[in-house]
């Protein structure tokens, strides 16, 4: 396993963090908005923020490619635990894929959104409908990646485990943090459950946030030892 190599897609989870706060600066973190939105209203913020959300929308592809760097280097310590042939890690990486392709899906449907703000306002709210949708209905896949995690953690038992057993509980603790995400597409009217509401997108996006530092601390930790 090449050291730098490894440290790079370690490092890639951090950077991602930055390209979503870069990218958030441009619409002046005024995403999401709320779902209780005119047309109009959405219509006017679009226009408002036209070129800001294109750059947005840049950053959350990078963001989103970096993520899936950073999967594959868990991967990667995964596989020093339970060896080549394993779904485990498998599931993990698969996961990591799947949880962050929505951020590059959800950049796209915005620049759709942003690039003719002057068609009919109920269109424009229903792409807007649908990047947001597709943003947090995906929680699952990622807590499929954490189960992974957690499963291989726990069933370490060697002398000098790859990741130490707070690694295993993190992922619990975010894994039960995502679950809102799901119930957000059911209960959305609900002023917390809302695109921009304390449940459905603060904890969710706080808690994959301290994954992402405290998995690098981890990850940081445990390449060393190669």
């Not at 897609?9 to 709320?34: D, K």
């Amino acid at each position: 396993m090449d050291p730098f190599r490894q440290k790079l897609c370690i490092w890639a989870g951090p950077v991602s963090l930055v390209c979503f706060l870069i990218g958030m600066s441009f619409t002046g973190f005024a995403l999401p908005m709320s779902s209780e939105l005119r047309p109009e209203e959405v219509v006017a913020f679009y226009q408002q923020h036209r070129v800001g959300i294109r750059i947005a929308a840049i950053f959350s592809l990078f963001c989103s490619g970096f993520m899936m760097m950073f999967a594959a280097a868990i991967s990667a310590q995964l596989q020093r635990i339970e060896g080549r042939t394993t779904p485990w890690v498998f599931v993990q990486l698969m996961g990591g894929i799947m949880g962050n392709i929505p951020f590059a899906l959800t950049g796209m449907i915005w620049t759709v959104a942003a690039f003719r703000p002057d068609r009919s306002p109920e269109v424009t709210q229903a792409i807007n409908d649908l990047a947001w949708f597709v943003l947090e209905l995906p929680a699952p896949t990622a807590i499929i990646q954490f189960l992974a995690i957690i499963c291989v953690v726990l069933g370490d038992e060697s002398e000098d485990p790859v990741f130490p057993r707070w690694v295993a509980y993190l992922n619990v603790l975010v894994a039960i943090a995502f679950l809102p995400g799901v119930a957000a597409g059911l209960l959305v009217n609900y002023k917390s459950m809302d695109w921009n509401g304390a449940v459905a997108y603060l904890l969710p996006g706080l808690a994959s946030a301290s994954w992402v530092l405290l998995m690098f601390v981890a990850l940081r930790r445990a390449a060393k030892d190669i």
